[in-house]
């Protein structure tokens, strides 16, 4: 089974959290505390790789060795990389308050949703026009890279139609460019710095959350270079993710029904539909994050609870770096379908390219 297909396979948490499942996240929250433990030498610091970093490398070195299935079953990676992940988000909230927000300013809102308009025109022209790919293909690649990675594509596929092929190819090939940008962001930051470049690490921050795919993977890329990084890479993220919804509204509405009516408008019961997907599809755990984020600005979480739930955040979103490390394998990558993998490299590219552009752009006018 290929990443792709194992992250379409429906959660196996619905036959019930038996036994060996709970084994099995014992022994992923096990890994992580080694990341955990290895992130925290000082040469971890000089080479300048974090715990998260660390934990989605040896979770890729793990995922190669045959027969891990045995002791990591994939209900407790669905588990880790999914309701972990967005718990791990959701306390995340407890490092922000509203003032850090309101320092970002209107081009830490503004910048993300330009590069997201801007991914998903271009990725659907790109991916029809240059790689002959059906519009729901490109759109799901695109959506991919746009907002917020494999989550979005599957959010995404049933508003355009797409078949569940479509949908794993799309999947693997926004996964794979996520992952490299985890070690590139920090690499550019120390580029830019040598190279006598004056960048704050909020702008670099807000950078880095308006151009990669995944939740966790924009945590592990600003963790590197500090606080005021990551949770601007954070907020920056949170734009994009909690775009999803209108965004699901506006595909539905504009992708062509079948039969002879595709060219009509869309009707009002086609437009409640898409709205119930669009409110079924929200991303509650951005909410969540944005709740705590607010009672920590109002001084609801006391003080000396702090590093407890930073403890167990680390934790939590370690163990899902791993869980992610463990499904990345390039040669079932590139097996997936050469078009889509190169429609999203020219958008990767056009990411870290593009959207460096676009941040010095927005920031230049809206200040």
Known sequence: MTIAQKQLAPSSMAAGFDGRTLASVTVLFACAGVAVALGAMPWAA?????????????????????????????????????????????????????????????????????????????????????????????????????????????????????????TAVAIASVVLFGTVGIFLYPWLYALVAHAGGTVSPEHFGVYIGSTMHEVAQVIAAARPLGDDAT?????????????????????????????????????????????????????WFAVGLLIVTLLNSAGAIPAAWHAPIDAIDTAMLACAMFAIGTQTHVPMLLKSGVRPLLCAAVLWIGLVGGGALINVSVRWLVG
């Open 231 to 283: 949770n601007a890479a954070v907020v920056s993220k949170m734009v994009r993710v909690l775009a999803l919804a209108p965004l699901l509204v506006v595909l539905a509405c504009t992708t062509p029904a079948e039969g002879p009516a595709s060219a009509s408008a869309p009707s009002e019961s086609a437009l409640r539909k898409a709205a119930g997907h669009a409110w079924k599809a929200m991303p």
């Open 46 to 166: 000089h080479l300048g790789l974090s715990a998260l970093t660390l934990a989605i490398l040896l979770g890729m070195a793990v995922g190669h060795v045959p027969g891990h299935q045995r002791w990591l079953t994939p209900a407790a990676i669905q588990f880790a990389r999914h309701t972990l992940l967005r718990a791990g988000v959701i306390l995340y909230g407890a490092r922000l308050t509203l003032a850090q927000i309101q320092d970002l300013g209107t081009s830490g809102v503004a910048i993300p949703l330009v590069v997201l308009a801007a991914t998903m025109l271009a990725g659907t022209w790109i991916g029809t026009r240059w790689f002959r790919l059906t519009r729901s293909q490109a759109v799901l690649v695109a959506a991919g890279s746009a907002v917020c990675g494999a989550a979005a594509v599957l959010a995404v596929a049933p508003a355009v139609k797409a078949s569940p092929r479509e």
